[in-house]
């Protein structure tokens, strides 16, 4: 029997024991009034505690467990024991859900979490970027009415497996996102957005690349193949005709090997991490060498001067002389006869710059950023005229990202351009100290 | 939710599924004014038959839904808020059919211009851009009307005199553009349809963003002057 019943007899017997002495003492009446009596003041007690008990249950938070005698203390210290009990779990799995949800929240990738019927539990802050979602707000809401781009309540309906969707997020111009929709647990959906951006992007430069270079070859091989044809069918008989098409023919040969060894080069430099050999050489030798060179190139139609202090540059001389002449035989490229180039060595803060100064044609601003991709022109007839391979400029990246070095264009439409190369300190070292 | 009090679950979500049809359209006609746009701008002769062809799915979306409205009057009798969202999408969707509709005339336009082998399209930059505002109001009344938001169809309303104004500057300059050279005429009055057919799309929105604050509101907003731009608003026809 439970010890409250037993206590609960205890009690009762000791009552009437107390009533059956006080009857024998003062009369039967008497008796049955002071165990009355006695009963009432229990019965009271009673009620004090399970008024007690009633309003700590009302608000447990906010006071601790009333003290109590006798059974009803029993029942307070279990009660207490259970509630510690539950807060520590409690406690446990809020933790493990805080660092759930903070997992959730440190991806990488947009997450909404679907119920049954597609509306939305949760979401994390990649997800509110990415698709335009607002957070708390938004919970609650179904998906489609708020992703309503055409085919994606099919897409998400069907969740298949491996099924991914494209999605140019309307607020955010120019990203790509891919969506992914899993199924998981009882008929629960995990949404998932990448962003797709750079991959998009590499994907259409490689297109490009291939298209250009491929348009790049034709172009002079459809020219010496149209000579040939003709000099098989048809040959001249006069020597100086013969030799003007077999000079054109050359030139358009001549074209061809630049853009391979332009390729190759560029090829090369991309592959190989390191630098092949790091040597330390004098800057101005380099630079009075490729103004030489940019002076045969430009035959006497721009003035090329130099302005270079002393200085000592550690790194591969071969690589950055191909960069230099690049550089001086663009200006030369890009600036009408009579025009000045200016290349100067200087120093800022420690750092070496190198940069060529010409009074050219100039390149609009929305240009300058995508200068040194491959095959990027500013204006295609033009270029092409002139010469360029379409990858100078890539190389010239190349080379510097080599050397922890910096490009920089500045240019101003009908002026002309700076373009310079900004050398880190260390690899610098200037005589005078 | 805003429909969870009914005893019927059926009812529910046969009411949710009106409101998330409506805005399945509303997305359809939204890819189908950029399409329209981008045809303008590009001469896209697939895209345009493209636009032709969603149109009729639009069409076929607003006999749905109507259909769907009438039978939750006949078959629950809806009260109060319930009968707001009923009378308010029987609404929308006729202006966002009318939008549809719009697109179809943009894309038709277009292949008149590119039809006549015409490459230099005056103002076309303007154009596009006042097409990308009527998208974008058409976007933010849709996203106002799945999360029931009040105050953002307020702002909506406020900021369809932006497209009026684009309009409005797109044929002053189109005018002048005319004058210099005759010859331009014909395309530049397609462009004119063109840029009406834009300002009507936003005014289509307008609409579509008062029905959203009677939703939530219950009040009726039409043709009712509001102090932020000082005018009274063009009646909506």
Redesign the interface.
């Known amino acids: 029997m439970p010890s409250v019943w037993i206590s609960l007899l205890i009690r009762l017997a000791a009552v009437a024991l107390a009533g059956l002495v006080v009857g024998a003492i003062f009369g039967a009446a008497t008796g049955a009034l002071v165990a009355c009596g006695i009963l009432l003041l229990m019965l009271l007690a009673h009620t004090a505690h399970l008024a007690r008990l009633q309003r700590w249950l009302k608000a447990p938070e906010q006071s601790d467990i009333p003290d109590a005698w006798g059974a009803w203390g029993n029942v307070f210290v279990d009660l207490y024991r259970m509630l510690r009990r539950e807060r520590k779990a409690r406690a446990r799995i809020e933790g493990d859900l805080e660092v759930f949800s903070q997992a959730a929240e440190a991806s990488p990738d947009g997450l909404v979490f679907l119920d049954a019927d597609d ?1 939305i539990v949760w979401c994390n802050r990649v997800s509110e970027q990415h698709l ?1 979602l ?1 957070g708390e ?2 919970v ?3 998906v ?7 085919g ?2 099919e897409f998400i309906a069907s969740a298949m497996e491996g099924a991914s969707l494209l999605y140019r997020p ?1 607020e955010r111009k120019g990203r790509v996102l891919s969506l992914e929709a899993i199924r998981f647990g009882k008929d629960r959906k995990l949404l998932i957005s990448f962003d797709v951006t750079q991959i998009e992007r590499a994907e259409t430069v490689r297109r490009d690349f291939v298209a250009n270079v491929s348009h790049e070859l034709r172009t002079p091989l459809t020219v010496i193949s149209g000579f040939i044809e003709h000099l098989v069918d048809d040959p001249p008989h006069n020597p100086r005709e013969l030799k003007h098409q077999l000079s054109i023919m050359d030139e358009q040969a001549g074209r061809m090997l630049r853009l391979v060894e332009d390729l190759l080069t560029l090829s090369r430099i991309e592959e190989e991490a390191q630098l092949p050999r790091e040597e330390e050489f004098d800057v101005r030798d380099l630079i009075y060498d490729v103004s030489a060179e940019g002076r045969r190139l430009s035959g006497g139609r721009h003035s090329i001067t130099c302005e270079v202090i002393p200085a000592f540059l550690k790194g591969s001389r071969e690589e950055l002389r191909s960069a230099f002449s690049n550089l001086v035989s663009n200006a030369v490229r890009y600036t009408p006869e009579g025009g000045r180039i200016l290349l100067r060595w200087a120093t800022r803060e420690g750092k070496g710059i190198f940069s060529v100064e010409d009074s050219g044609i100039g390149i609009p601003e929305e240009h300058i950023p995508r200068l040194t991709e491959r095959f990027y022109r500013v204006d295609r007839g033009r270029s092409r005229e002139s010469g360029g391979t379409g990858l100078g400029l890539s190389i010239v990246k190349h080379v510097l990202l080599r050397h922890q070095a910096s490009l920089e264009i500045g240019s101003i439409p009908g002026v002309g351009s700076t373009f310079s190369a900004v050398f880190p300190a260390w690899r610098v070292t200037s005589p005078q100290g | ?1 805003p429909h969870s009090e009914h005893l019927s679950k059926q009812y529910d979500s046969d009411l ?1 599924d009106i ?2 049809r409506v ?2 359209m ?3 006609v ?2 189908q004014i950029l399409a329209a746009i981008e045809c303008f701008g590009t001469g896209n002769y697939d895209l345009m038959a493209q636009v032709t062809d969603t149109d009729r799915r639009v069409n076929s979306y607003e006999v749905e839904i109507d259909d769907a409205c009438t039978h939750v009057i006949a078959k629950r009798q809806p009260a109060a808020s319930d009968l707001r969202l009923i009378m308010a999408v029987s609404k929308i969707v006729t202006d966002l059919e009318r939008t549809g509709d719009e697109a179809e005339k943009i894309a038709r336009m277009a292949k008149n211009i590119y039809d006549r082998g015409r490459l230099q399209i005056p103002r076309s930059a303007d154009v596009r851009h006042a097409g990308q505002l009527a ?2 109001m058409l ?1 933010r009344v ?2 106002a009307m ?2 029931l938001d009040a105050g953002e169809a307020e702002r909506i309303i406020a900021e369809d005199v932006a497209i009026d104004d684009e309009f409005r500057g797109i044929v002053r300059q189109l005018v002048t553009f005319v004058m210099e050279d005759p010859r331009t005429i014909s395309t530049v009055l397609d462009i004119v349809w063109i840029a009406k057919a834009i300002e009507r799309i936003g005014d289509h929105a307008k609409n579509i963003a008062e029905q959203v604050i009677y939703i939530v509101h219950g009040t009726d907003v039409r043709h009712t002057a509001r102090e932020d731009h000082g005018e009274p608003d063009g009646a909506p026809q």
């Open positions: 509306h335009g607002r707000r938004d609650g809401l179904l489609t009415n708020l992703i309503r781009l055409p994606f309540a309307p | 939710m949710e409101r998330s805005l399945q509303g997305g359809l939204e890819s998208v974008a976007r849709l996203d799945a999360r």
